[in-house]
């Protein structure tokens, strides 16, 4: 407890200054700083000692900012949302990502499968390569639902290319009743085609001269491939060889 010199009031240990005259506030009873006189003065009328210390106002001690703040830490069941939230948005994206892939990979499959349909589709049911002399057990069945070569009858001509002596002639070729009588007025020479085999488009025959044999090549072999209603093509090739060495494309005349 501290007390003022000036007008004897009491008060705390944390004040220095007296409230009412300023004066600088001593510890009460100190001996080198009360003298006798002072500890009996008497006071002045109206004025009543009193033994309850004066207590200043702390306002401005309690209102004064802190030096620094203190963070409350967080509650172990905020931290535990903050974890479950962020694991759900990782299992998310990870389960996105694999619904994302089987994706691409089912239409990838789709489209492996289609094309792989398509292209059957539109493969040959034939090799290209091979001779459509060939026939399969279906050209077989047609040949023998059609014994004629109906879409071969009538006269048919053109002018042949032959490669090997690289020279032009023409051609005739009548077709009348499984008959297939052939003409070269440029060389001249004539002779008849003796049938091999046939399909609905195709067929392949021997020919045969009978005038002419020092001017053309007996036993040719003649490949002859529907195009349309009114045009043919035909091949020739040397008895025992598939190489073409002259062809022409016939027109229909009657």
Not at 117 to 134: D, E, G, I, R, Y
Request: proline residues 5%; aromatic residues 8%; neutral net charge.
């Amino acid at each position: 407890m501290k007390i003022c010199l000036s007008c004897k009031r009491s008060y705390a240990d944390d004040l220095s200054f007296c409230l009412e005259d300023g004066a600088q506030l001593v510890a009460a009873y100190a001996p080198h700083q009360v003298s006798n006189q002072e500890k009996t003065a008497v006071l002045p009328s109206g004025i009543r000692p009193t033994d309850e210390p004066l207590v200043a106002p702390r306002a401005t001690v309690e209102a004064s900012t802190l030096a620094y703040s203190y963070q409350q830490p967080q509650s172990p069941k905020k931290r535990g949302s903050i974890w479950l939230l962020v694991g759900g948005g990782i299992a998310f994206l990870i389960v996105a990502f694999i619904a994302l892939a089987g994706l691409f990979l089912w239409k990838a499959t789709n489209k492996t499968d289609a094309d792989s349909s398509q292209a059957a589709s539109n493969s040959p049911k034939q090799n290209p390569t091979a001779s459509p002399l060939k026939a399969d057990s279906s050209s077989e069945s047609q040949a023998a639902e059609s014994p004629n070569l109906e879409w071969l009858d009538g006269v048919w001509a053109g002018d042949a290319y032959q490669t090997d002596t690289k020279t032009r002639w023409a051609i005739r070729l009548t077709v009348r009743d499984d008959t297939y009588s052939i003409v070269y007025p440029d060389i001249p020479c004539r002779g008849t085609w003796k049938l091999i085999e046939k399909n609905s488009r195709s067929a392949s025959f021997t020919e045969v001269i009978t005038q002419g044999l020092d001017q053309c090549e007996n036993n040719t072999h003649v490949l002859i491939e529907k195009l349309s209603a009114s045009e043919v093509t035909c091949r020739y090739s040397h008895a025992g060889s598939r190489a073409v060495i002259a062809s022409v494309v016939l027109k229909r005349k009657e």
